[in-house]
């Protein structure tokens, strides 16, 4: 700033010519330089958003989920969110746009969204993937939370604890006034129980992405939240370079000859619950080359296997993968003394999604910036089944139990 104003007098009139031109001129130059001369915080706020006008809005092709669809208009954007029973609609309509006519919508949401609450760390991993972790003002809980600038907000203060489902704070969700609360559920899920926030403006979406039948179709969900926020640009280049690494990935594990038989899971109470050949699971271990004895199963959720059926199994799987919430393999054998027996325990070959934990033993990134990274989890389980395909990649959401 010093320097500014000694350059300044070199610029100095000379006496008696056209003195008060010269006086302006320099009040102007002396406005510009105080302007840009503010600090940079209160200059910051206002790129948080991206307020696209209308004729700008960039449009995102959703390719691979089937659970929802967006329609771009020319002032508005659609949204729909897809049952088979029935489709949910979406006004997302920009401030003081005027809304469409004789076209009805289930719900209008202002964009761009500036504080929304969220009800699953899924919705956390893809607001931090599109650098809009301020908009969140709240959360289920807290000690299932791994992102540390959004632990940190929680620390802070900014960020509030509402429980959810039947636990959801109401009072304290309407003292946040957010513009959206976005919850997990069932395709068919009702908003009947939302009604007192929805009449309040506070409008609700029930997200579906974990019935995705694949990682990418899961991780594409992002594009929801790129929608509500304005950052269409932003998703669209960052969504690409993980489907492209995703890809490059999925076609080296096409060339491996041998494909590994694997456990999945844990039983709880003798049943051992495994995915289902259309599940979002099932896919991941059949694209990265592995022998699933319910590959071609009809379902898209998890399926119930008997403890014996498992066991017989288990003498001949090379490894067994995402045995529970174990990190050794003592905490297994507590459980049942039977895994000793498994061609995996023995061999040493067990691992488990559980690298990356917050410091509560409970927030897991694997269901956070999992959801958003699905070529590092493609990754970490190819590097397992077959090390000679990524010889030179660390595991990132998984690790060996010891």
């Not at 104003?5 to 009040?27: D, H, T």
């Not at 006004?91 to 761009?112: G, N, R, S």
């Not at 509500?228 to 492209?244: D, H, I, P, W, Y």
């Not at 023995?346 to 990356?356: A, G, L, P, V």
Request: hydrophobic letters at 40%; glycine letters at 4%.
């Amino acid at each position: 700033m010093k320097q500014f104003f000694f350059n300044l007098r070199l610029f100095r009139p000379i006496p008696g010519l056209y003195p008060r031109k010269y006086k302006l001129v320099g009040i102007c130059i002396l406005f510009i330089i105080l302007q840009h001369c503010q600090p940079r915080t209160a200059r910051e706020e206002t790129v948080d958003f991206q307020e696209d006008e209308p004729e700008t809005f960039i449009p995102l092709e959703v390719s691979h989920a089937k659970g929802f669809n967006l329609l771009y208009h020319a002032h508005y954007k659609e949204l729909q969110l897809i049952q088979e029973q029935d489709t949910t609609r979406y006004l997302l309509l920009p401030k003081d746009t005027p809304p469409p006519q004789a076209m009805p919508f289930d719900q209008t949401i202002t964009i761009p969204v500036r504080k929304i609450i969220t009800q699953s760390t899924t919705h956390l991993g893809q607001l931090a993937f599109l650098n809009a972790e301020n908009v969140i003002v709240g959360i289920d809980e807290a000690d299932y939370v791994f992102h540390e600038t959004i632990r940190q907000k929680i620390r802070e203060g900014s960020i509030t604890e509402v429980g959810s489902g039947e636990n959801l704070n109401t009072e304290q969700v309407l003292a946040l006034s957010p513009d959206l609360l976005i919850v997990s559920g069932m395709p068919g899920t009702t908003l009947d129980r939302f009604q007192p926030l929805i009449e309040a403006g506070i409008s609700v979406i029930v997200n579906t992405e974990w019935m995705e039948s694949s990682l990418l179709a899961k991780a594409e969900w992002v594009k929801l939240m790129a929608a509500l926020t304005n950052r269409e640009a932003l998703a669209e280049e960052k969504f690409s370079q993980v489907k492209a690494q995703y890809d490059s990935i999925a076609t080296l594990a096409t060339l491996v000859k041998d494909k590994p038989k694997i456990i999945i899971g844990s039983p709880f109470q003798d049943v051992w619950h495994v995915p289902g050949g259309k599940s979002e699971r099932s896919q991941l271990f059949q694209t990265a080359a592995a022998t699933w004895p319910w590959a071609q199963d009809s379902s898209a959720v998890s399926i119930m296997v008997s403890f014996e059926t498992m066991y017989a199994y288990g003498l001949q799987a090379d490894y067994w993968l995402n045995p529970g919430q174990v990190s050794t393999r003592q905490e297994l054998l507590a459980k049942d003394a039977r895994f000793a027996d498994f061609k995996a325990f023995q061999q040493d070959q067990i691992y488990n999604h559980n690298k990356r934990m917050n410091s509560t033993g409970l927030g897991n990134d694997f269901f956070e910036s999992g959801t958003v990274h699905p070529e590092r989890v493609l990754a970490d389980v190819v590097k397992i089944l077959h090390p000679e395909v990524l010889p030179d990649d660390t595991l990132y959401y998984y690790q060996k139990i010891n």
